[in-house]
């Protein structure tokens, strides 16, 4: 089993920027691919926003995000990181941690059912 405890969101004004956090326990982080995916109230499904390998050397971005938006992990924190600059409106939702055992191929990143593992959220709201 692993737990995902998410941290970092907040209300925002458009513009501005924000560093979401999460801390895994239970595993060895090091062995777990990592992805961020955010929900928008109303909507069934959850996007995903960001990925990346086990050793940090890949990762994935949705093209609204790229260019704003930056995953980074940290093994010996147990810690996955996601960097949020030039928030805008559209980006208000609840952001959610997961974690998968790093067998799935890169393909397959963006995809919910990739991921075994999954946080509780964190709500990210961005006004004008």
């Known amino acids: 089993q692993v737990q995902l405890v998410e941290t970092g969101g907040g209300l925002v004004q458009a513009g501005d920027s924000l560093r979401l956090s999460c801390a895994a326990s239970g595993r060895t982080f090091s062995s777990l691919a990592m992805g961020w995916f955010r929900q928008v109230p109303g909507k069934e499904e959850r996007d ?4 990346i390998s086990v050793s940090g050397s890949r990762t ?13 992990r940290d093994n010996a924190k147990n810690t996955v990181y996601l ?10 939702a609840v ?3 997961a974690a998968e055992p790093g067998y799935a ?4 990143w963006r995809l919910v059912r990739t991921y075994d593992y999954w946080g509780q959220g964190t709500q990210v709201t961005v006004s004008s």
């Open 83 to 92: 960097q949020m600059n030039n928030l805008k409106i559209e980006d208000t």
């Open 60 to 72: 994935y971005y949705a093209e609204s995000v790229k260019g704003r938006f930056t995953i980074s």
């Open 48 to 51: 995903c926003v960001s990925a």
């Open 105 to 108: 191929s890169e393909s397959l």
């Open 95 to 97: 952001y959610y941690c």
